[in-house]
Structures are given as C-alpha cells and as structure tokens.
DNA sequence: CATCCAAGTTCGGCAAGACTAACATTGAAG
DNA sequence: CTTCAATGTTAGTCTTGCCGAACTTGGATG
C-alpha cells in the first residue's frame, strides 16, 4: 500500500504526527495538529477518526494519539519526499532556503515515486536537508537525538547548529544574514530568562547576537 | 485571477478544451471531452455549468463549447506549465519523452507560478517540448497551423514532422525505436485506406514502415 | 472533593467532484 | 416528415474535507 493511496491531507497529518516527535518527546495534541494544518479541531477530530479507521494510527478519545507501523512508515516515505524537495529545489533551482518548504509542501503530494528516486539520484543520495534535518533513506531511517533547542542549551563552550525549524521563511533570512545556518559553530553567551533572550557569538566572529524565544526556539544544537 | 485559483479539475477542462483545438479545427464534444478526462458524460456537463457560471468558457445546452479569453489564458497557462515541465524532465531528470506526459499531468497543478519561471530560466526558454509541442511564451503564443496528420497526407515528397501526441506512452517508445521524432523527414509512399495503413520512408533510411490507424493519427507533418 | 474550563468530540450542513439512472434533444436515415 | 439512436442533461446519492454549534471529558484549582 504505497503513500500515493492516501489523501493529501492524511498524508499531511501523518507526516505532522512523526515529525512532532522527532526532535522533541512531548506527544503531539488535537489542538497543535489543528494550528498546524490550519484547521479546526473539530476536522482534526474527524480526521483522526478515519486514519484510526485505516489502521495507521491510536487513538482513544480524549487520548493520545500514536503512529502504528504501517502509519510511521508512510509518515517517513512524506518526509523523505519534502527534504529530498527541498534540497532538490535549491541544489537544482538555485531556491533559498527561505523559499523552499512552502513550495514543497505541496509537491510532496504530487511527485511520482519515480521522480523522487531520480532526484535522490541527481542529487548523490543527500543526507541531510537545507535545514539540517535528516533525509530518511528509502527504507526509512530512525531520527537524530542528542540535539537541544538553543534557548535550552547551558552557556558554557561552544556548539555546533545541528538543524533549524524550516517553519517560518522571514526568520531564516534573518538566520541567513548573520550567518547562522546548518554546520555552524557558535558560543553560548547568556541565558535571560525574563527578556526571554538568548546571547551567542558565532565562531571566528567577534560580536554577539541577541535572540528572542522563537528564534532560539527555532535552533537545535549540539555539544559534539 | 490567477490560474491557481482554479480547481484542479477545472484547470484540466480548460487545458483540454483549448488543446482540442490547436491541431485540428473540429469543436470538442462532451463525449471526447469525458473520455480524455477519464470520467462520465454527466460529470461533464456539471462541469461545463460551473465552468459557465465562473465565466470561463460559453455553452447553451447541447451546443458547442467555447472558451472566453479568461478561459483561453488559464487555458494557455497550464499548457505552458505542463510543456515546460514535461522538457524539464527530459533534460534535468533524464526521463524518456513517453515517460513525461503522466507526470506533467500531475505537477502541473503543483508547481507554483516562481517555480515555473524558475525552469524556464534553468532550460533557456525553450519554444518545443519533447514531442514538438509549441510551449507558449509566459504571455501567452498562438498556436501553429499548417500541420496536418500523416494519414491524411499526400503521398508525394519529403514532409517535416512537426509534434506528435503525447497521449500514448508505449506508441512514443515505439517511434523511438524507429527513429520517428519530432524534426525528422519522412517520405510518405502511399496511404492504404482499406488497411487504415501509411507507408513511409524516413529520410536517409533504406526500409520502408508501415503504421496503422492510431499511429498515423498522432504525427502530424508540414510540407516546408 | 466539588467545581469549572480548556481541550476534545459529535453532529448537521455545505461544496466539490464523482457516479447511476432516467429523461431530453438533435439530426440522420428512411 | 417521422422515427430513433446517439449525444447530452438532470436529479438524486456518495465521499472527502471542511465548518460552527453544542456537547462531553478530565484534570487543575480552591
Ligand atoms: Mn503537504
Ligand atoms: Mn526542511
Ligand atoms: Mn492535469
Ligand atoms: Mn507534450
């Protein structure tokens, strides 16, 4: 039963449900789901009904909601699709990093198996997105732990930018003009609690950059 | 309004509408119409209404089926988008010309306008696609006349192929394999109407070929 | 431990796109 | 000029995906 069986939308809303939980533990809710597909509730509710229906996930009511196998792994053939996407558009197509989820988004839904392995191919089999995220191979790779959110991250030595959220386009050209991208090395300054600031240096720069709660959220470091 | 503002569907009845008539000067019907867009008569006629109500497109019940300029540039806009992305294909992923047509049909609808313009940069503004197809310019190209099918061709002297139909994926491998493309010379040796039959030579090759009903209705030659 | 409210669910309805079955129109043949 | 078969239309129904309104649940709070 290939991913092209199912609709768009259940394709969505189970690439949504794995990759919740791919950099962070805690489980995914009906109302997230709802922000994120830019829906009401009450359609997430009916929704998950029907994908329960076809097996690919739990779900009592009231309760959490759980990938089965045969759901987790057409979430991973999705998510393979949108990276390779994604790297596709700006190794090929000259796109910014900035430009390419959106676009993605929907191509995912249309491109053919075919198409995505000949992309997998023009490309030398990448590894990694333009965001830092990890493409699953063809059988499906299990996700990177490991890595922590920026504004979670203890001041002391330096780390390495494992991966940034590809969500919201305007603050990855912001990421772009200072130089913070995938790879990056860079020195934990401060912590502000209460201005909800985080300070950092990037590595072989010498001044410091001050980022608010939805940019440090955004960033996933490492210690490695 | 720009054409994604259209429906999938809707963006495939105007295409089909307006192809119809490039090549051939006989109206479409809503039979051809059902058959081409693989659905029932009726589902067409509920089509066309709604097709009428957005002004895309003239009809009084049982009468002919015209598109208005609204309809006609949506029209010219998908054919450009599935031209484009059939020769991007071809010469970015390496697929075969009989390969392209199924998976345009679906991406065509997925692309957005920057990615369009984006291939169109990338191939150079190509003005064929791989079956000789005239590819519109971004504003909009009338079709090419002056062509006509190999079955109804005289049988005297060298004709030019100009494009051949996509619509039949095994019938391209064929003509692959017998040299028969777009931009080759032929000679055409005689039509046999009771065999539905049309010997030709193609031009520097000794043997002649035979091609049937089918086959002679899809390539379309000029005499220049 | 009773209360209350945010989170989640159920229900009825709507629009798009498809179908079947039944009906209407046209025009070609007799 | 009539007939009738092919072509086209209408009406009713299904499914998917969405909505708002009303209802249920369960955990935090006092
Ligand atoms: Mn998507
Ligand atoms: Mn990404
Ligand atoms: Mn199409
Ligand atoms: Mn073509």
């Keep these: 039963m290939p991913v092209s069986d199912l609709t768009n939308s259940a394709q969505d809303y189970l690439k949504l449900i794995w990759t919740a939980t791919e950099w962070s533990a805690t489980p995914i809710t009906v109302t997230v789901l709802a922000e994120r597909m830019g829906v009401r509730p009450s359609t997430v509710s009916d929704s ?7 097996g690919l996930l739990t779900h009592a009511p009231y309760g959490t ?13 999705m998510v393979r ?27 995912e ?19 990694r997105d333009p965001h830092g995220d990890p493409i699953p191979s063809a059988d499906g790779q299990p996700h990177r732990p490991g890595a922590i959110q920026l504004c979670h991250a203890e001041p002391e030595g330096e780390v390495t930018v494992v ?15 200072i130089g913070l991208t995938p790879d990056v090395k860079l020195t934990i300054q401060k912590q502000r609690p209460y201005t909800d600031a985080t300070t950092i240096t990037l590595s072989g720069q ?8 939805a940019a440090s959220n955004a ?3 490492t210690n490695s």
Tied chains: 1, 2.
Excluded: C
């Excluded at 909601?65 to 053939?77: F, K, M, N, R, W």
């Excluded at 700006?90 to 910014?96: D, K, N, R, T, W």
């Excluded at 010498?206 to 709660?213: A, F, I, R, S, T």
């Design 206 to 213: 010498q001044k410091n950059v001050d980022l608010g709660q």
């Design 48 to 54: 998950i009904k029907k994908l329960k229906d076809q």
């Design 65 to 77: 909601i759980e990938l089965t196998p045969a759901g987790s792994a057409h979430a991973v053939d």
């Design 163 to 177: 991966r940034i959220s590809d969500a919201d386009p305007a603050m990855l050209r912001y990421f772009s003009d």
């Design 81 to 107: 699709r949108h990276r390779l996407l994604e790297t596709f558009l700006v190794q090929v197509l000259g796109y910014g990093w900035d430009e390419v989820h959106d676009e993605a988004e929907v191509l």
């Design 219 to 221: 960033v996933w470091v």
């Design 109 to 127: 839904h249309a491109v053919s198996d075919t198409m995505i392995e000949r992309i997998d191919q023009r490309l030398g089999h990448p590894t």
